[in-house]
Each structure stands twice: as structure tokens, then as C-alpha cells.
């Protein structure tokens, strides 16, 4: 048993085939899952947040199997900054943009001011924006807490 | 119906309390891992079987929807608990934790 | 009906209790973490019985979903990190630690 | 075609999320797909993996029910050791080591998650074509890789 160990060990750093297939195979599921949760936040537990959470998660997974080099083929550090400044814009841009028009902010109803739609219209689209932003920024800020948590600052390894 | 869910649910718990068992009483890591990995996603999968028929008793589009969710959970056990076993014992190995090995051999 | 699935959720808790047993006086961090993921393996299973007691089914199975998600992530990020503190270690020439194994 | 079909599966796995059926939904769900296709098309479908064979799913669909059985079999017994009183007489732990005829990786993981259900058998590791299984019985141990190797070679490797 000793002598088995030790070759094991030896062999360290090997690709890890199991945990890389059923990585790759669940990955796309549990975006598409981060999405749904986002989009039905009026409906069922969740918004942006729990979302955003699972989307990012989604990511850690993937460089938590492939390493972070390779997960930046799908998500590169570009992306990335993109993706948690716009999101952080609609969140502030939209509240702002309400309180402009003559509500206070993030007031959806008083952009009826400005097209015309009935207020529960408003309500609804106007969450959906605002949890589309916060969604976008919490998946961000987590992919990029896990680069960084992960590889001490360099950004190139990762667990 | 009712019958059948009812023993589904019982084996499923029956299955889950000898993982738990097992877990607390085999003598070393690598033996516990048999009994959590197996026993947890066969129970796993017993069990959300189980409640995604009962669910199907009144057939509707939504029940059927909400049933294929919870059979999406148990699919989705079937692969990622013996992953996470396999990773489990790997790491175990690497790390160096003592095997428990019988008496008498060398 | 709804007395099997109280009496099955009361059975649930009742195991995950015993589990815990093995969280809290495992004697390495790896049987930590099994504690933990037979844990993790039980309660999407006790978070739907709670939703068929409730009568809400379409919103705990999305918890349930989220929940089962998040546990092999820990399993998994547990495992990998353990394993990636160790060669520091080696790496720095301080031999593995032995007290948490 | 890989990604017409991601985008098929996904599109499928969104309604049975969702299940709602007015306009805005679907195309929302539509969007969600598309956005998961894009970012992650070459995680589903790519060259290690045989899905897209319609043999191979055929042969998934032989094979899993002979893995459920497998599985129950496991259960009874791992039941049986633990409700044993004398249950340290009945265990005899130990590593073994076989080399696989299986080529391609995807059929190897599948053969690596079932020996992991299936009685008395753990998989540790899989290095090149070698895997190392940690087994919990002698007769579990001496029974490998036999017959299930077969089967995910009929299932899977059938060109």
C-alpha cells in the first residue's frame, strides 16, 4: 500500500480526467441556471444577486478543474473588468436616470414620465434592469475574488 | 401510489441512515468514503424519485415541469457525488492520510 | 400523507445530527469535509419535503437545485485547497503538517 | 452542428426551468441560451467527447440501466458491512492497480465514475491508461476490471 502511495504522489500535477468531464459537462447547465434565476427573480427566490452568485460559480468551477489560465478562454480578465463596470452602471445609471426624471431613486414608476407605459409595466422592467446589473457585477466581482484569493495576486495558477 | 412513494421514501431513508453509520463507523477515511459516496447518491436518487412521483399526482403541465426539475437535481447528484469521492481520495492519498490496514498483514 | 413526509423530515434532521458528530471530532480535516458533504447530500432532499409541507414545491426545488450546485463546489474547492497548502509547505522546506492529519 | 445542438439542449432546458410560455419568456430564454452558447459551446460538445455519435447515446441508454442494478447491488452490500457487528472480520482495504484497453477519455471517465458506484470500489486516479482503485473487499478487488469495462467498451468505443 506504502509503495502504491508513493506513485501516486510521485505522479503529482497529472490531468485530472474525471473531475475535467463532469466539470465540462455540468458547466453549461448551471449558467443557463444562473440566467433563469436572474430573469424570474419577480416569481420564484433569487434576482441578481443569487444569480450572479451562481454564474460566478460557474466560473470557479471551471477554474477550479481546468486551472485559471485555461478558464480565461472563456471569461478573460477584459471580459471581465467589462462586464463588472456595465453592470455597476445600469444599477447606479438606471436609479440615477429615474431620480432625473422626477422620481427618487431607482423609483421605476416616475419613468412613466418620460414613455409612456402603465406603471406595473414599469415596475416589472425596471426590476429586470436593475437585476441584470447586479447580477452582472456580483459575477464579476467573484470570478475576479477567486482569481485573486486563489493565485495570491499572480493570476496565473490558481487551487 | 401513495403505497409506492411511501416505500421509496422509506428506502431512501434507510439508505441514507446506513451512510451515516458507515460514516461513523468505519475505521479509517478511505473506508468511509465507500459508504458515503455509494449510499448518499443511491439514497439521493431514491428519495427526489420518490417525491417527483408524488408530486405527478394531480397531472398538470406545472407538476410535470417541477417533477422533471427534481429529477434534474437527482441526475445532476448521479454525477457530481462520485466526482467529489474521487477527488476526496486522491487528495487523501496525496496529502498522506494512514490507511487502516488488518492485523496479521504486513 | 403529509404525516410520512414530517415523520421522513424529522428522520433527515435527526441523521444530520449524527453526521455532525464526525464534523466536529473527525480526526483529520479530510473526514471534516465528508461529514460536511453527507450533510450537503441530504438537505436538497429535506428542503423539498419542507416545500410538499408547505405546499410550494416550484420555489424550494429551485433552492434545492442552487443548494446541491454549491455543495460539490465546496467538496471540490475544499479538497483542491488542502491539497495546494500542502506543497506550499513543501515548497517553503517546512515539513507537512502532521497535527491536522 | 455543435453548436446548433448546445443551443437545442439548452434552449429545451430553459423551457422545463422556466415554465412559462408567453412571448417575452421564451425570448428571454432564447437570449439566455444564445448568451450560454457563446460563451461556452466548446464545453459541451468538443473532440473528447462522443455524444454527438448517436451510437454512443444509444449505448449510454443500454448501459445505464445495468449500472442501476450494479448500483443496488452496491447499496445491499455496503449495508451489509456496516450492520454487521463484527464488521472489521468482513473488510480487508487495499490499492490495486490495472491498465485500461479504453482510448478515448470520455468513455474512461464514465468507466472511472461507475467503478466508483458499483460494489466495494473506489476510483483514486487515472494516469495515462493506468488506473488505480482503492477497493474495500478481496473479492471486489479481484473482480476488476472485468465485466464493466466490457460494457462501457460495447457502449461507448463502438465506431
Redesign the interface.
Known sequence: MRRFREQVQNTEGGTDLIIRTSVRLMVPFIQLFGLYVIVHGHYSPGGGFQGGVLLGSAFILLALAYGVEYSKKYMSEFANFLTVNIGVFIFVGFGILCALVGGFFLDYGAMANVFPMPLPEWRYWGVFVVEVGVGMGVMGIMVSLYWDLASAGSRKEGL | MSVVVTIMLAAGLFFFAVGTLGVLRFPDFYTRLHAAGKCDTFAAILTLAALALFNLQEFTVENLLVSLKIMSIAAFVFIASPTATHALTEAALIVGVEPWEKKGKS | ?DQ?FLY?GI??CV?IL??L??VVWGP?V??R???G??IG??T??LL??MG?LYDN???F??????Y???N??A???A??????R??ARLDAGKP?EKEF? | MAKVSTFLILYAFWIFLSGMFDAVHLFLGAVAALLVTFMSSTLLFNEESPALRTGAVFGMLGYLPWLFKEIVIANLQVAYIVLHPRMLDLIDPQLIRFRTRLKHPFSRATFAQSITLTPGTVSVSIRDDEFTVFALTNSAAEALPGEMEKRVAAALERE
Open positions: 400523507m410520512v421522513s428522520v433527515l441523521l449524527f453526521s458528530v464526525r483529520t479530510l473526514d469535509i465528508v461529514g458533504s453527507v447530500a441530504k436538497p432532499v423539498l419535503l410538499l414545491v416550484g420555489m426545488v429551485d433552492i434545492a437545485l442552487a446541491a450546485l454549491l460539490f463546489i467538496a471540490l474547492g479538497t483542491k485547497y488542502f491539497l495546494r500542502r506543497a507537512a492529519l
